[in-house]
């Protein structure tokens, strides 16, 4: 995706919270404008507090936060930087969220637990935000939840040109589970491979069981399993197993979050069969946690566009989550 059109810089701010900056700069670039400075930290009494270093006032401003670890602390800084915008006149605060932990908390599953997907969409635009986007929601009834414009993206026109390019002879997509089947589906037709998708149970936060594969791999000898966000990596170790079984001698792992909780890149990368582990950005990995399995691809163009079309007041439909018709770029 290639930039087309400006941004006037001096009326619109773009903000970096604390969790990804290095996105933030990423989209900074795209959009030609710098990146406006901010400080947050804490009061003797532990209090999170934050400063915008630029003035907003009568602008459009952009704030970049995925709610990553620690979610909580980045949630709240956010909130906080929103408010503040708000205070400051700005004209319109975007929040900028390509991590949306909260959306895998959709509905009340178990006795008294809260909806907390619905409470974080409540307080944002409580707390000042005009428009929301973000990318790939766990759960697509979260859009639901925010009452201000909410742009929910999708990272596949970034895999499939990355796996346009290799050869894909004998290949199938696996989706790990029925959730995850709409978006798998639409990543493999528009690869022309055919689509499998795992009998998953869940049986807590970090065990669940995989027993067995709906669809024909007969003749298969590469799969893809395609998920929208890999955490503890317990799906992905189940299915690969069942893949093994069934005569699948290799495959890639692609999510759009690579949370990758404790060791769980370490594991995944060792996993027999493994080609790669490739994920978003929307999440950031230290190096320390880094394989050579892992590959990293930026969904800065795509964030940058959207931002540069609200700007301009052009349509993003074609970068919505269930758009089926984009055309990425050769």
């Not at 970096?16 to 670039?29: I, K, M, R």
């Not at 499939?160 to 002879?169: I, N």
């Not at 792992?253 to 027999?272: E, I, K, M, N, W």
Request: glycine share 6%.
């Amino acid at each position: 995706m290639t930039y087309d059109g400006s941004v006037n810089p001096d009326d619109l701010r773009l903000f970096a919270g604390s969790s990804n900056p290095a996105l933030a700069d990423a989209l900074a670039a795209y959009l030609r404008v710098p990146r406006s400075p901010a400080r947050s930290g804490h009061y003797s009494n532990d209090s999170l507090h934050v400063q915008l270093g630029e003035t907003v006032r009568s602008r459009v401003v952009v704030i970049v936060q995925s709610f990553s670890p620690p979610v909580a602390e980045h949630a709240q800084e956010l909130l906080l930087m929103l408010d503040a915008a708000r205070s400051a006149g700005a004209k319109e605060v975007h929040a900028i969220i390509p991590y949306y932990s909260y959306a895998r908390s959709d509905k009340k599953d178990a006795p008294r637990i809260s909806i907390a997907g619905r409470l974080m969409a409540r307080l944002m635009q409580t707390a000042g935000a005009t428009n929301v986007m973000t990318m790939s929601l766990h759960s697509a009834q979260v859009h639901g939840f925010f009452d201000v414009p909410t742009d929910p993206l999708t990272a596949r026109p970034v895999f499939e040109e990355y796996f346009r390019h290799l050869p894909l002879a004998d290949t199938i997509v696996i989706s790990p589970d029925a959730g995850r089947v709409h978006s798998a589906g639409r990543f493999a037709q528009r690869l022309n491979l055919p689509l499998a998708v795992g009998n998953k149970t869940r049986v807590s936060d970090t065990q669940v069981i995989v027993s067995g594969l709906i669809g024909d791999v007969s003749g298969k000898t590469q799969a893809i399993i395609y998920d929208d966000e890999i955490a503890s990596g317990t799906s992905i170790t189940e299915v690969s197993k069942v893949l093994r079984g069934l005569g699948i001698e290799r495959f890639w792992v692609v999510c759009t979050h690579g949370v990758f909780a404790g060791d769980a890149l370490a594991r995944l990368s060792a996993l027999p069969g493994v080609q790669e582990i490739i994920a978003t950005d929307t999440v950031p990995i230290p190096a320390n946690k880094r394989t050579d399995k892992l590959r990293m691809l930026s969904v800065a163009p795509l964030f940058g566009e959207a931002i540069r079309r609200n700007y301009l007041r052009q349509s993003i439909g074609d970068l919505f989550t269930f758009w089926n018709e984009y055309t990425v770029e050769d």
